[in-house]
Protein backbone atom coordinates (compact mmCIF):
# COMPACT_ATOMS: atom_id res chain seq x y z
CA UNK A 1 0.00 0.00 0.00
CA UNK A 2 1.74 3.20 -1.15
CA UNK A 3 1.32 5.25 2.17
CA UNK A 4 1.68 9.16 2.05
CA UNK A 5 5.37 10.63 2.34
CA UNK A 6 4.74 14.12 0.84
CA UNK A 7 5.23 15.77 4.45
CA UNK A 8 8.46 15.77 5.52
CA UNK A 9 8.85 15.49 9.17
CA UNK A 10 9.24 18.52 11.13
CA UNK A 11 12.03 19.93 12.76
CA UNK A 12 12.79 20.78 16.63
CA UNK A 13 13.38 23.41 17.67
CA UNK A 14 16.78 24.11 19.26
CA UNK A 15 15.62 26.01 22.52
CA UNK A 16 15.41 29.37 24.22
CA UNK A 17 17.93 31.77 22.85
CA UNK A 18 19.28 31.63 26.88
CA UNK A 19 20.48 27.95 26.16
CA UNK A 20 22.37 29.46 23.42
CA UNK A 21 24.34 32.01 24.54
CA UNK A 22 25.17 29.64 27.81
CA UNK A 23 26.12 26.59 25.03
CA UNK A 24 28.29 29.45 23.47
CA UNK A 25 29.92 30.94 26.45
CA UNK A 26 30.82 26.77 27.27
CA UNK A 27 31.90 26.21 23.68
CA UNK A 28 34.06 29.08 23.54
CA UNK A 29 35.89 28.51 27.45
CA UNK A 30 36.64 25.73 26.45
CA UNK A 31 38.24 26.39 22.91
CA UNK A 32 39.74 29.31 24.34
CA UNK A 33 41.65 27.10 27.14
CA UNK A 34 43.38 25.57 24.40
CA UNK A 35 46.13 27.54 23.73
CA UNK A 36 46.83 28.00 27.03
CA UNK A 37 48.41 24.34 26.53
CA UNK A 38 50.61 25.86 24.70
CA UNK A 39 52.75 27.70 27.09
CA UNK A 40 56.27 26.97 27.57
CA UNK A 41 56.43 25.28 24.83
CA UNK A 42 59.03 25.39 21.63
CA UNK A 43 57.71 28.08 18.89
CA UNK A 44 54.88 29.01 21.14
CA UNK A 45 54.22 33.17 20.60
CA UNK A 46 51.41 35.11 22.24
CA UNK A 47 50.10 36.04 18.48
CA UNK A 48 49.22 32.07 18.62
CA UNK A 49 47.34 33.20 21.68
CA UNK A 50 45.45 36.07 20.58
CA UNK A 51 44.59 34.78 16.87
CA UNK A 52 43.43 31.23 18.54
CA UNK A 53 41.30 33.19 20.99
CA UNK A 54 39.78 35.12 18.09
CA UNK A 55 39.09 32.39 15.84
CA UNK A 56 37.03 30.18 19.42
CA UNK A 57 35.20 33.59 19.64
CA UNK A 58 34.54 33.69 15.58
CA UNK A 59 33.50 30.03 16.03
CA UNK A 60 30.60 30.43 18.48
CA UNK A 61 29.28 33.28 15.79
CA UNK A 62 26.86 30.71 14.12
CA UNK A 63 25.46 29.22 17.61
CA UNK A 64 24.81 32.85 18.76
CA UNK A 65 23.41 34.50 15.27
CA UNK A 66 22.40 32.08 12.84
CA UNK A 67 19.06 30.72 12.49
CA UNK A 68 17.59 31.81 15.29
CA UNK A 69 14.16 32.86 13.98
CA UNK A 70 13.75 28.99 12.14
CA UNK A 71 14.02 25.08 13.43
CA UNK A 72 17.32 24.12 14.15
CA UNK A 73 19.25 21.00 12.05
CA UNK A 74 21.75 19.39 13.48
CA UNK A 75 23.44 18.66 9.70
CA UNK A 76 23.13 22.00 8.60
CA UNK A 77 26.22 22.63 6.50
CA UNK A 78 27.44 25.45 9.01
CA UNK A 79 27.22 22.94 11.85
CA UNK A 80 29.95 20.73 10.43
CA UNK A 81 31.67 23.30 8.65
CA UNK A 82 32.31 25.07 12.18
CA UNK A 83 33.46 21.98 13.87
CA UNK A 84 35.98 20.87 11.35
CA UNK A 85 37.30 24.20 10.88
CA UNK A 86 37.78 24.08 15.01
CA UNK A 87 39.77 20.77 14.31
CA UNK A 88 41.95 22.28 11.15
CA UNK A 89 42.67 25.23 12.68
CA UNK A 90 42.54 25.43 16.27
CA UNK A 91 42.90 21.75 18.09
CA UNK A 92 45.55 20.64 15.24
CA UNK A 93 48.03 23.91 15.83
CA UNK A 94 47.94 23.44 19.70
CA UNK A 95 48.56 20.36 19.32
CA UNK A 96 51.19 20.56 16.98
CA UNK A 97 52.80 23.68 19.21
CA UNK A 98 52.50 21.41 21.99
CA UNK A 99 54.19 18.15 20.49
CA UNK A 100 56.36 19.03 17.24
CA UNK A 101 57.75 15.84 16.72
CA UNK A 102 54.50 13.80 16.90
CA UNK A 103 52.19 16.21 14.66
CA UNK A 104 54.53 18.16 12.10
CA UNK A 105 53.99 16.24 8.56
CA UNK A 106 58.11 15.54 6.95
CA UNK A 107 57.14 17.05 3.62
CA UNK A 108 55.48 20.05 5.03
CA UNK A 109 57.57 23.53 5.74
CA UNK A 110 57.02 25.24 9.27
CA UNK A 111 58.32 28.59 9.12
CA UNK A 112 57.53 30.78 11.89
CA UNK A 113 56.41 33.73 10.01
CA UNK A 114 53.87 31.75 8.11
CA UNK A 115 52.63 29.43 10.60
CA UNK A 116 51.88 32.93 12.28
CA UNK A 117 50.25 34.42 9.10
CA UNK A 118 48.61 31.47 8.57
CA UNK A 119 46.70 31.05 12.34
CA UNK A 120 45.48 34.90 11.82
CA UNK A 121 44.45 33.79 8.17
CA UNK A 122 42.19 31.21 9.68
CA UNK A 123 40.02 33.77 11.61
CA UNK A 124 39.54 35.66 8.20
CA UNK A 125 38.95 32.40 6.25
CA UNK A 126 36.19 31.25 8.89
CA UNK A 127 34.53 34.84 9.27
CA UNK A 128 34.51 35.34 5.27
CA UNK A 129 33.04 31.87 4.77
CA UNK A 130 30.33 33.09 7.75
CA UNK A 131 29.66 36.36 5.66
CA UNK A 132 28.82 34.41 2.64
CA UNK A 133 26.65 31.66 4.21
CA UNK A 134 24.58 34.15 5.75
CA UNK A 135 24.30 36.71 2.83
CA UNK A 136 21.05 35.45 2.21
CA UNK A 137 21.56 35.60 -1.79
CA UNK A 138 22.56 31.32 -2.13
CA UNK A 139 19.05 30.80 -0.63
CA UNK A 140 16.86 33.05 -2.47
CA UNK A 141 18.35 31.33 -5.75
CA UNK A 142 18.28 27.62 -4.37
CA UNK A 143 13.90 28.92 -3.49
CA UNK A 144 13.93 29.71 -7.37
CA UNK A 145 14.26 26.33 -8.64
CA UNK A 146 11.09 24.31 -9.79
CA UNK A 147 10.58 22.05 -5.92
CA UNK A 148 10.92 18.28 -7.15
CA UNK A 149 7.91 16.04 -7.09
CA UNK A 150 7.25 13.72 -4.42
CA UNK A 151 6.46 10.50 -4.21
CA UNK A 152 7.79 9.22 -7.40
CA UNK A 153 6.01 7.18 -10.68
CA UNK A 154 6.46 3.39 -9.75
CA UNK A 155 7.68 2.39 -13.27
CA UNK A 156 10.15 4.96 -13.78
CA UNK A 157 11.89 4.21 -10.35
CA UNK A 158 12.06 0.74 -11.06
CA UNK A 159 13.52 1.95 -14.26
CA UNK A 160 16.06 3.97 -13.31
CA UNK A 161 17.15 1.00 -10.96
CA UNK A 162 17.63 -1.44 -13.22
CA UNK A 163 19.37 0.46 -16.11
CA UNK A 164 21.61 2.26 -12.79
CA UNK A 165 22.43 -1.53 -12.04
CA UNK A 166 23.03 -3.03 -15.20
CA UNK A 167 25.57 0.15 -15.75
CA UNK A 168 27.37 -0.47 -12.93
CA UNK A 169 27.47 -3.55 -12.52
CA UNK A 170 29.36 -2.85 -16.36
CA UNK A 171 31.76 -0.41 -15.15
CA UNK A 172 32.97 -2.85 -12.57
CA UNK A 173 33.43 -5.34 -14.67
CA UNK A 174 35.81 -3.06 -16.64
CA UNK A 175 37.38 -2.25 -13.68
CA UNK A 176 37.67 -5.91 -12.54
CA UNK A 177 39.29 -7.20 -16.23
CA UNK A 178 41.15 -4.35 -15.89
CA UNK A 179 43.21 -6.15 -12.82
CA UNK A 180 42.88 -9.38 -14.44
CA UNK A 181 40.67 -10.38 -12.10
CA UNK A 182 43.60 -10.49 -9.37
CA UNK A 183 41.48 -8.90 -6.67
CA UNK A 184 44.96 -8.52 -4.26
CA UNK A 185 46.33 -6.73 -6.90
CA UNK A 186 43.27 -4.18 -7.60
CA UNK A 187 43.48 -3.85 -3.79
CA UNK A 188 46.92 -2.60 -3.40
CA UNK A 189 46.57 -0.51 -6.60
CA UNK A 190 43.71 1.23 -6.75
CA UNK A 191 45.29 4.42 -8.11
CA UNK A 192 47.03 2.31 -11.16
CA UNK A 193 43.33 0.76 -11.52
CA UNK A 194 41.37 4.09 -12.18
CA UNK A 195 44.59 5.66 -13.94
CA UNK A 196 42.99 7.03 -17.36
CA UNK A 197 39.58 5.76 -16.37
CA UNK A 198 38.32 8.45 -13.77
CA UNK A 199 35.62 9.49 -15.16
CA UNK A 200 34.41 6.11 -15.47
CA UNK A 201 35.51 5.72 -11.53
CA UNK A 202 33.14 8.96 -11.29
CA UNK A 203 30.39 7.63 -12.27
CA UNK A 204 30.62 4.41 -10.55
CA UNK A 205 30.57 6.02 -7.55
CA UNK A 206 27.52 8.36 -8.92
CA UNK A 207 25.64 5.40 -9.54
CA UNK A 208 26.68 3.66 -6.43
CA UNK A 209 24.50 6.34 -4.78
CA UNK A 210 21.79 6.04 -7.17
CA UNK A 211 21.01 2.53 -6.35
CA UNK A 212 21.25 3.16 -2.64
CA UNK A 213 19.00 6.00 -2.59
CA UNK A 214 16.41 4.38 -5.18
CA UNK A 215 16.51 1.32 -3.24
CA UNK A 216 15.91 3.29 0.02
CA UNK A 217 13.03 5.18 -1.57
CA UNK A 218 10.89 2.12 -2.73
CA UNK A 219 11.26 1.02 1.11
CA UNK A 220 10.01 4.78 2.38
CA UNK A 221 6.97 4.55 -0.12
CA UNK A 222 6.02 0.94 0.42
CA UNK A 223 7.89 -0.21 3.41
CA UNK A 224 7.45 -3.37 3.32
CA UNK A 225 10.03 -6.62 4.29
CA UNK A 226 10.70 -7.45 0.65
CA UNK A 227 11.67 -3.74 0.08
CA UNK A 228 13.69 -3.46 3.15
CA UNK A 229 15.71 -6.92 2.29
CA UNK A 230 16.10 -5.02 -1.36
CA UNK A 231 17.14 -1.99 0.12
CA UNK A 232 20.04 -3.72 2.60
CA UNK A 233 21.05 -6.51 -0.43
CA UNK A 234 21.71 -3.37 -2.57
CA UNK A 235 23.45 -1.65 -0.28
CA UNK A 236 25.82 -4.70 0.75
CA UNK A 237 26.26 -5.34 -3.27
CA UNK A 238 27.68 -1.98 -3.71
CA UNK A 239 30.08 -1.73 -0.89
CA UNK A 240 31.20 -4.97 -2.06
CA UNK A 241 31.68 -4.45 -6.00
CA UNK A 242 33.92 -0.62 -4.62
CA UNK A 243 35.69 -2.74 -2.35
CA UNK A 244 38.85 -3.78 -4.23
CA UNK A 245 39.16 -0.22 -5.99
CA UNK A 246 37.71 1.90 -3.51
CA UNK A 247 38.78 4.46 -1.21
CA UNK A 248 37.50 4.52 2.44
CA UNK A 249 35.37 7.69 2.10
CA UNK A 250 34.47 5.76 -1.42
CA UNK A 251 32.98 3.34 0.76
CA UNK A 252 31.41 5.23 4.47
CA UNK A 253 29.88 7.83 2.14
CA UNK A 254 27.27 5.18 1.72
CA UNK A 255 26.25 4.39 5.15
CA UNK A 256 26.49 8.09 5.57
CA UNK A 257 24.38 9.37 3.02
CA UNK A 258 21.42 6.79 3.99
CA UNK A 259 22.06 8.31 7.42
CA UNK A 260 21.48 11.34 5.85
CA UNK A 261 18.43 9.85 4.32
CA UNK A 262 16.75 8.33 7.44
CA UNK A 263 17.42 12.00 9.39
CA UNK A 264 15.29 13.70 6.91
CA UNK A 265 12.04 11.08 5.93
CA UNK A 266 12.27 8.73 8.91
CA UNK A 267 13.32 9.35 12.44
CA UNK A 268 15.44 13.12 13.36
CA UNK A 269 19.44 12.32 14.61
CA UNK A 270 20.47 12.40 18.44
CA UNK A 271 22.84 14.80 18.80
CA UNK A 272 24.43 12.34 20.80
CA UNK A 273 23.61 9.26 18.28
CA UNK A 274 25.33 12.10 15.74
CA UNK A 275 28.35 12.15 17.76
CA UNK A 276 28.80 8.60 18.45
CA UNK A 277 28.54 7.49 14.60
CA UNK A 278 31.29 9.98 13.79
CA UNK A 279 33.49 8.40 16.29
CA UNK A 280 32.48 4.92 15.01
CA UNK A 281 33.07 5.85 11.77
CA UNK A 282 36.26 7.56 12.18
CA UNK A 283 37.93 4.31 13.67
CA UNK A 284 36.15 2.65 11.13
CA UNK A 285 37.92 4.63 8.61
CA UNK A 286 41.45 4.41 10.65
CA UNK A 287 40.72 0.22 10.65
CA UNK A 288 40.36 -0.26 6.87
CA UNK A 289 43.66 1.96 6.44
CA UNK A 290 45.35 -0.31 8.61
CA UNK A 291 44.27 -3.28 6.62
CA UNK A 292 45.05 -1.69 3.03
CA UNK A 293 48.70 -0.71 4.12
CA UNK A 294 49.40 -4.34 5.88
CA UNK A 295 47.13 -6.97 4.46
CA UNK A 296 49.79 -8.75 2.27
CA UNK A 297 52.15 -8.15 5.08
CA UNK A 298 53.20 -11.85 5.99
CA UNK A 299 53.16 -11.30 9.75
CA UNK A 300 49.48 -9.47 9.59
CA UNK A 301 47.58 -10.23 12.41
CA UNK A 302 44.22 -8.95 13.21
CA UNK A 303 45.23 -8.88 16.66
CA UNK A 304 48.30 -5.97 16.13
CA UNK A 305 45.91 -4.70 13.19
CA UNK A 306 42.80 -3.89 16.13
CA UNK A 307 45.61 -2.92 18.24
CA UNK A 308 48.57 -0.96 18.31
CA UNK A 309 47.98 -0.54 14.62
CA UNK A 310 45.16 1.09 14.72
CA UNK A 311 46.06 3.44 17.42
CA UNK A 312 48.76 4.86 15.37
CA UNK A 313 46.98 4.71 12.23
CA UNK A 314 44.20 6.75 14.14
CA UNK A 315 47.20 9.29 15.19
CA UNK A 316 47.71 9.62 11.33
CA UNK A 317 44.49 10.29 11.05
CA UNK A 318 44.43 13.01 12.93
CA UNK A 319 47.56 14.68 11.40
CA UNK A 320 45.83 13.91 7.86
CA UNK A 321 43.75 17.12 9.32
CA UNK A 322 46.42 19.54 7.95
CA UNK A 323 44.67 22.18 6.55
CA UNK A 324 46.15 25.13 9.20
CA UNK A 325 49.54 22.71 7.65
CA UNK A 326 49.60 23.39 3.85
CA UNK A 327 48.22 27.12 4.24
CA UNK A 328 51.40 27.68 6.38
CA UNK A 329 53.66 26.04 3.74
CA UNK A 330 51.82 27.98 0.73
CA UNK A 331 52.12 31.02 2.61
CA UNK A 332 55.98 30.37 3.04
CA UNK A 333 56.08 29.54 -0.82
CA UNK A 334 54.35 31.79 -2.48
CA UNK A 335 55.30 35.16 -3.53
CA UNK A 336 58.79 34.72 -2.32
CA UNK A 337 59.56 31.14 -4.49
CA UNK A 338 56.97 31.58 -7.29
CA UNK A 339 54.51 34.38 -7.71
CA UNK A 340 50.81 34.05 -7.51
CA UNK A 341 48.87 32.46 -9.99
CA UNK A 342 46.44 35.37 -10.52
CA UNK A 343 43.27 32.92 -11.37
CA UNK A 344 45.22 30.25 -13.06
CA UNK A 345 44.63 27.83 -10.77
CA UNK A 346 40.43 28.01 -10.43
CA UNK A 347 40.70 28.33 -14.20
CA UNK A 348 42.44 25.58 -14.77
CA UNK A 349 39.98 22.98 -12.85
CA UNK A 350 37.87 22.99 -15.68
CA UNK A 351 40.04 20.54 -17.22
CA UNK A 352 38.50 18.15 -14.64
CA UNK A 353 35.50 18.13 -16.72
CA UNK A 354 37.07 16.83 -20.49
CA UNK A 355 38.43 12.43 -19.32
CA UNK A 356 41.62 12.03 -20.10
CA UNK A 357 40.78 9.14 -22.96
CA UNK A 358 39.27 12.25 -24.70
CA UNK A 359 42.32 14.36 -24.30
CA UNK A 360 45.15 12.35 -24.66
CA UNK A 361 47.58 15.59 -23.31
CA UNK A 362 45.79 16.43 -20.16
CA UNK A 363 48.19 18.23 -18.39
CA UNK A 364 49.26 15.97 -15.20
CA UNK A 365 49.81 18.62 -12.78
CA UNK A 366 47.09 21.42 -13.21
CA UNK A 367 44.45 23.39 -11.21
CA UNK A 368 45.20 22.77 -7.37
CA UNK A 369 47.15 20.32 -8.24
CA UNK A 370 50.20 22.52 -8.61
CA UNK A 371 50.48 23.41 -5.72
CA UNK A 372 51.50 20.02 -4.40
CA UNK A 373 53.79 20.10 -7.38
CA UNK A 374 55.62 23.41 -6.27
CA UNK A 375 55.90 22.77 -2.50
CA UNK A 376 56.64 18.97 -2.69
CA UNK A 377 57.82 18.35 -6.13
CA UNK A 378 58.97 15.13 -5.58
CA UNK A 379 56.20 13.54 -2.89
CA UNK A 380 54.11 12.25 -5.39
CA UNK A 381 55.25 10.68 -9.22
CA UNK A 382 53.79 8.97 -12.09
CA UNK A 383 53.96 5.27 -12.22
CA UNK A 384 54.77 3.97 -15.90
CA UNK A 385 51.75 1.63 -15.55
CA UNK A 386 49.46 4.48 -14.72
CA UNK A 387 48.50 6.35 -11.37
CA UNK A 388 50.98 7.82 -8.99
CA UNK A 389 53.00 6.35 -6.52
CA UNK A 390 53.84 8.58 -3.28
CA UNK A 391 51.27 10.47 -1.15
CA UNK A 392 48.72 13.33 -2.24
CA UNK A 393 48.47 16.09 0.07
CA UNK A 394 45.27 17.48 1.36
CA UNK A 395 44.99 20.44 -0.51
CA UNK A 396 43.69 23.74 1.64
CA UNK A 397 40.95 25.72 0.47
CA UNK A 398 42.70 29.09 1.71
CA UNK A 399 46.03 27.92 0.76
CA UNK A 400 44.32 28.13 -2.88
CA UNK A 401 43.04 31.34 -2.91
CA UNK A 402 46.26 32.60 -1.44
CA UNK A 403 48.41 30.56 -4.17
CA UNK A 404 46.21 32.04 -6.75
CA UNK A 405 45.35 35.70 -5.36
CA UNK A 406 46.96 36.32 -2.48
CA UNK A 407 45.38 37.53 1.31
CA UNK A 408 42.03 38.55 -0.71
CA UNK A 409 42.09 35.70 -2.76
CA UNK A 410 42.08 33.37 0.57
CA UNK A 411 39.47 36.13 1.82
CA UNK A 412 37.30 35.93 -1.56
CA UNK A 413 37.54 31.59 -2.48
CA UNK A 414 36.13 31.39 1.61
CA UNK A 415 33.22 33.85 1.25
CA UNK A 416 32.37 31.88 -2.47
CA UNK A 417 32.56 28.69 -0.39
CA UNK A 418 30.10 30.26 2.13
CA UNK A 419 27.43 31.55 -0.10
CA UNK A 420 28.35 28.10 -2.43
CA UNK A 421 26.86 25.70 1.04
CA UNK A 422 24.06 27.95 1.51
CA UNK A 423 22.90 27.57 -1.98
CA UNK A 424 23.32 23.72 -1.32
CA UNK A 425 21.24 23.85 1.74
CA UNK A 426 18.96 26.29 0.18
CA UNK A 427 18.23 22.87 -2.48
CA UNK A 428 16.99 20.90 0.52
CA UNK A 429 15.19 23.69 2.24
CA UNK A 430 13.65 24.54 -1.02
CA UNK A 431 12.29 21.32 -1.03
CA UNK A 432 10.59 21.13 2.35
CA UNK A 433 13.55 18.28 3.91
CA UNK A 434 11.78 15.26 1.48
CA UNK A 435 13.35 12.98 0.35
CA UNK A 436 14.44 14.29 -3.63
CA UNK A 437 16.24 17.51 -1.43
CA UNK A 438 17.95 15.17 1.06
CA UNK A 439 19.15 12.59 -2.05
CA UNK A 440 20.45 15.99 -3.65
CA UNK A 441 21.94 17.24 -0.78
CA UNK A 442 23.23 13.76 1.28
CA UNK A 443 26.29 13.41 -0.70
CA UNK A 444 27.70 16.91 -0.59
CA UNK A 445 27.18 16.51 3.07
CA UNK A 446 29.59 13.90 2.72
CA UNK A 447 32.24 16.23 1.41
CA UNK A 448 32.02 18.49 4.31
CA UNK A 449 34.90 16.95 6.60
CA UNK A 450 36.89 17.40 3.34
CA UNK A 451 35.35 20.67 2.39
CA UNK A 452 38.53 22.98 3.88
CA UNK A 453 40.88 20.92 1.49
CA UNK A 454 40.36 22.04 -1.32
CA UNK A 455 37.81 25.11 -3.46
CA UNK A 456 37.65 24.66 -6.73
CA UNK A 457 37.44 20.79 -7.19
CA UNK A 458 35.30 19.78 -4.95
CA UNK A 459 33.07 22.72 -6.40
CA UNK A 460 33.19 20.92 -9.38
CA UNK A 461 32.59 17.33 -7.87
CA UNK A 462 29.57 18.40 -5.63
CA UNK A 463 27.74 20.15 -8.30
CA UNK A 464 27.99 17.15 -10.80
CA UNK A 465 26.36 15.23 -7.98
CA UNK A 466 24.29 18.08 -6.93
CA UNK A 467 22.84 18.67 -11.14
CA UNK A 468 22.81 15.02 -11.66
CA UNK A 469 20.47 14.29 -8.77
CA UNK A 470 18.49 16.92 -9.76
CA UNK A 471 17.59 15.63 -12.84
CA UNK A 472 17.05 12.68 -11.46
CA UNK A 473 14.48 13.72 -9.40
CA UNK A 474 12.54 15.71 -11.85
CA UNK A 475 12.21 12.72 -14.19
CA UNK A 476 11.31 10.39 -11.20
CA UNK A 477 8.57 12.88 -9.64
CA UNK A 478 8.04 15.52 -11.97
CA UNK A 479 8.49 18.70 -10.91
CA UNK A 480 5.99 21.61 -9.03
CA UNK A 481 5.42 25.19 -9.19
CA UNK A 482 8.73 27.12 -6.93
CA UNK A 483 7.30 28.33 -3.93
CA UNK A 484 8.89 30.28 -0.75
CA UNK A 485 9.62 27.86 2.44
CA UNK A 486 10.64 29.04 5.86
CA UNK A 487 11.09 25.23 6.93
Not at 413 to 426: E, K, L, P, V
Request: proline share 5%.
Amino acid sequence: MLIDTSLALPLPYHGARAGRIQAAFCIWAALTALPLLTLGTAGFAAGYSMYLTLLAAALTLPLLLHGVDRPFDLLEPIWAVSAVYALEFLIKPVLLLRDPLTYQLPYLRYVEPAMLQATWMGVMGFCAFYLGYESGVPGALAMRLPKLGWPWREERAWTALVAGAVAFALIVIHFVAKGNFDIAYMYGNRLAINAGDEDLSFAMHLLAWILVAIAFALYLMWPVSKNLLRLLLTTAAVMVCMFPFAARMSLLFVVVGLMVLRHYTVKRMDPRWAVAAAAVLFVLAAAFGVFRSNYLRPTFSWSDALGEDLTATMEDELKGYCDWDVTATVVDYYPAHRQFYHGRLALESVYYLIPRRLWTGKPIWYGSGRIENDISPNLLTVRDEGGFNGSAISQSALGEGYADLGVAGAALYMFIYGCYWSWIYGLLRANAFRLPGAMMFAPAFVYLPMVLRSFSSTIIDVSIWVLAMYQLCAWLGGVEPAQQTDR
